[in-house]
């Protein structure tokens, strides 16, 4: 029974609010799911204070109803954003990443990092579609048919999306052009590995070694995803910027990366938090038992000895995971 449920956070639900899905309590005593509100009601101020002072905490949701609740989510978010003053964005757009994680974590209930993780893909291209007006499902759909036997490049792609979508907006990047770029870079950015035989993509989302020659060959790979871009797509957002956000995520702030060992201040702002992204993304595919501080930490460590990582921008993940618990 309990696998049908998820848990929400009471204060995630607005009162006076029409809601598409329904909306459970736990009865401990009796064991039990107990329907509160029926999809299509509102809540009231009065019940939702009703039950804070009886201290509950959360409420549940079917399973099968999560896409609505994540929609309700975004949808929130974007309508405050519309209404918000000009001078209050950037800290609005951090606390609407801060609310993500924290829907999250809560939707996740201490799974492993494989669900956490496709949570909030689910959530962030829901959060793409309705805070920026881009339908990235429908450009995900048509890679997918473009290139076939690149499925777990593209989940890797769309995890990357996720995380730097969600990166960005905690470093207070709120502008609907930067974020529609971050998104697209990140999404199209290791689609030239479709071009090199399989053992790269494997070697890479495991994390081995390459030999020197197979390295010559895998650093191709940022110049073969635009080349493969020029061909598929036909699209106003793919920008200059974009452009770079693809070729410079494997650089690094030591000059020691690729393809073209660029220094600190030469590599955008945005390719860097890709870079951070694409790490704790192959972390979680290598390892479900790890947790994201975890990884966090591995990283500021990396970066203490390689200078590889931007280091706001992890700590920027690492403050944020305490607040959002």
Not at 74 to 86: D, G, L, N, V, Y
Not at 146 to 172: F, V, Y
Not at 258 to 271: D, E, G, M, V
Not at 286 to 310: A, V
Request: proline share 2%.
């Amino acid at each position: 029974m309990e696998e049908n449920f998820l848990p929400i956070i009471i204060k995630d639900i607005i009162p006076n609010q029409i809601l598409d899905f329904h909306i459970y309590i736990y009865l401990p005593i009796n064991k039990k799911y107990i329907k509160f509100i029926n999809a299509n009601d509102t809540i009231s101020e009065e019940q939702l204070n009703r039950l804070k002072i009886q201290k509950f905490e959360k409420f549940f949701i079917q399973t099968d109803e999560k896409h609505l609740f994540n929609r309700f989510i975004c949808t929130s978010i974007r309508e405050k954003f519309a209404i918000c003053p000009e001078c209050e964005k950037e800290l609005f757009i951090k606390k609407a990443a801060q609310k993500i994680l924290e829907s999250v974590n809560t939707l996740s209930n201490s799974s492993d990092i494989y669900t956490w993780n496709n949570n909030l893909v689910e959530l962030s291209t829901i959060l793409i579609n309705e805070l920026i007006g881009v339908n990235i499902t429908d450009l995900f759909a048509q890679l997918s048919r473009s290139l076939t036997n690149s499925t777990n490049i593209l989940n890797h792609s769309s995890s990357c999306m996720a995380l730097s979508i969600i990166i960005s907006m905690l470093n207070g990047i709120y502008q609907q052009t930067k974020l529609t770029e971050i998104a697209f870079g990140a999404l199209l950015h290791d689609i030239g590995l479709s071009k090199l035989p399989e053992i790269f993509t494997r070697k890479f989302l495991t994390q081995q070694l390459f030999t020197d020659e197979e390295a010559r060959e895998y650093h191709r790979h940022p110049h073969e995803s635009i080349l493969i871009l020029g061909k598929l797509l036909k699209s106003t957002h793919i920008t200059p910027n974009v452009t770079r956000i693809i070729l410079e995520h494997h650089e690094n702030l030591s000059g020691t990366g690729f393809p073209k060992k660029l220094s600190a201040k030469q590599i955008l702002f945005s390719s860097q938090i890709l870079a951070v992204a694409e790490r704790i993304s192959l972390e979680m595919f290598n390892n479900r038992s790890t947790k994201l501080d975890w990884i966090i930490s591995l990283l500021l460590h990396e970066q203490d000895e390689n200078n590889i990582y931007n280091k706001e921008i992890l700590y920027q993940i690492k403050n944020n995971l305490m607040i959002a618990g």
